[in-house]
């Protein structure tokens, strides 16, 4: 007896739709390795329609005062939390995630993180008005920039597509987002919802794989790209964005490095550096991968550390015991087995390394020694629940290591002595240091990297004014 698969379709200007040229991708869940679903496959015409509603509704929603905007996102805010369970439901089969984790680890962040947008739709601040040439009074207006084309990753669905569409529809944009092509499900779930808020075409969901994300970043309509992804890419989007001038947001990959300092609590910094580095999988451009230790602790933190990993457990999305699920898809998988399997001679596999079953994408929650700078797995993003560790001498060396990578995410330092842990935090070239903590994140403080980690801010008041412009008017005293 054959299932018959789910059918996914589009979202634009207010109804759900096929691809116009009827193609489909099928969609994976990752915890069993089956197709459950098609999506559509969107081509130009697809980006097209998109683009054309949102274009359309843009000039009524830009025109809406800031508390009619702030309205209809608390109604957002209050919708996801009564379709909770649909949307945890959807979510875990997108991903595999753990049900009870996403029910409390993910859809309460989002839904605060709505409501923080909503306040900010209220709070569009310019500089004072002023005369600064006799005669004539200056002000300074902040605008919504347009039409926004998103592009939102795998890892984290649904909060990614909040971080996307949140931010500018507060400050008066409209959208047309894409998900991944492996995850679908739980952002057209979510475009069910809040179309049945906003007018039609405030907001539009387009399916589809690179080419369709290509499409909508090189069309002519939307004034900026705003992209959640890998460095090739955010490049990507970059390069065709600026032939037409559009702005763009980048947030890309991340190897954070985790500075542990003789005078910690091993045994508490290695509880939460395990659950910091293997939560989803490891799959978090901001995850504690990359552990660089002090010499004296070297031995006792890579044991303690080798034993947390043993006792963290992957597993079934309904198995209320498990960390974490998957890996998102077979490519994924392949990609984090191939750093070990090209591990060099002098690093050792403390623990795991290994797929985990056989059904599914599952990989066990890993620890690897001996490790030298140049390495691949100390360069290079592995988005596995793989932690690498090093050793260092001194302050000069640990800052050596840390920030000698590509990526400038986010980082951790770990000790007690204040002054040193405020030297550090200065001299961490990244966009986000944490201090005797790694992960946390709240909707008021931005986040967002530096080098090739990209540019632009999520969350907090920064986030907010990366979706606006700002318009200089001045005016005669005379007239």
Request: charged share 25%; aromatic share 8%; net charge negative.
């Amino acid at each position: 007896m054959t299932t018959e698969l789910r059918r996914l379709r589009n979202y634009i200007n207010g109804e759900f739709r096929d691809a116009a040229d009827g193609r489909t991708i099928e969609v994976v869940n990752p915890a069993t390795g089956e197709v459950y679903a098609t999506s559509p496959l969107s081509g130009a015409a697809d980006v097209d329609a998109a683009m054309e509603a949102a274009a359309a509704a843009f000039p009524a929603w830009r025109d809406a005062t800031p508390a009619e905007r702030q309205k209809v996102l608390l109604k957002i805010a209050d919708a996801f939390e009564e379709r909770a369970e649909d949307l945890i439901a959807a979510e875990s089969e997108n991903t595999g995630k753990p049900v009870e984790l996403t029910r409390t680890e993910e859809l309460p962040p989002m839904v605060d993180q709505i409501r923080f947008f909503a306040g900010a739709a209220r709070m569009l601040e310019g500089r004072a008005a002023g005369e600064y040439m006799e005669g004539l009074t200056s002000i300074v207006r902040r605008e919504p920039v347009g039409v926004c084309a998103q592009v939102a990753p795998w890892n984290y669905p649904m909060m990614m597509a909040v971080w996307k569409f949140a931010p500018a529809l507060a400050a008066g944009n409209t959208v047309v987002l894409k998900p991944s092509d492996t995850t679908p499900a739980s952002t057209l779930l979510m475009a069910e919802i809040i179309g049945a808020i906003v007018p039609k075409g405030v907001f539009n969901v387009i399916c589809g794989d690179r080419d369709s994300g290509r499409a909508m970043v090189e069309h002519p309509t939307p004034a900026m790209a705003s992209i959640t992804g890998s460095v090739r890419a955010g490049i990507q989007v970059a390069e065709s964005a600026a032939k037409d001038v559009k702005r763009v947001h980048l947030e890309l990959g991340g190897k954070a490095p985790v500075v542990v300092f003789e005078d910690v609590d091993i045994a508490k910094a290695v509880e939460d550096i395990a659950v910091a580095g293997y939560f989803n999988a490891g799959q978090d451009c901001t995850a504690a991968t990359r552990v660089i230790v002090h010499e004296s602790i070297h031995d006792e933190f890579v044991t303690a550390l080798a034993k947390a990993a043993a006792d963290t457990k992957t597993g079934q999305p309904d198995d209320e015991d498990v960390l974490y699920g998957p890996l998102n898809n077979a490519n994924q998988l392949k990609q984090v087995s191939g750093f070990i399997e090209r591990l060099p001679a002098h690093a050792k596999v403390e623990a795991g390394g290994h797929q985990v079953g056989d059904r599914g994408y599952f990989y066990a929650p890993t620890v690897v020694s001996g490790l030298k700078q140049d390495d691949e797995i100390i360069q290079n993003e592995v988005f596995g629940p793989v932690i690498t560790v090093q050793s260092f001498t001194d302050e000069a060396q640990a800052l050596e290591y840390a920030n000698g990578v590509e990526f400038a995410l986010a980082s951790s330092v770990w000790t007690k002595d204040h002054g040193r842990a405020m030297r550090m935090s200065k001299s961490l070239d990244f966009g986000c240091v944490w201090i005797n903590t790694h992960i946390p994140l709240v909707a008021e403080m931005p986040h967002g990297g530096f080098k090739k980690s990209g540019y632009g801010k999520d969350l907090s008041a920064y986030g907010f004014d990366d979706y606006t412009r700002i318009k200089h008017v001045m005016t005669s005293l005379d007239s």
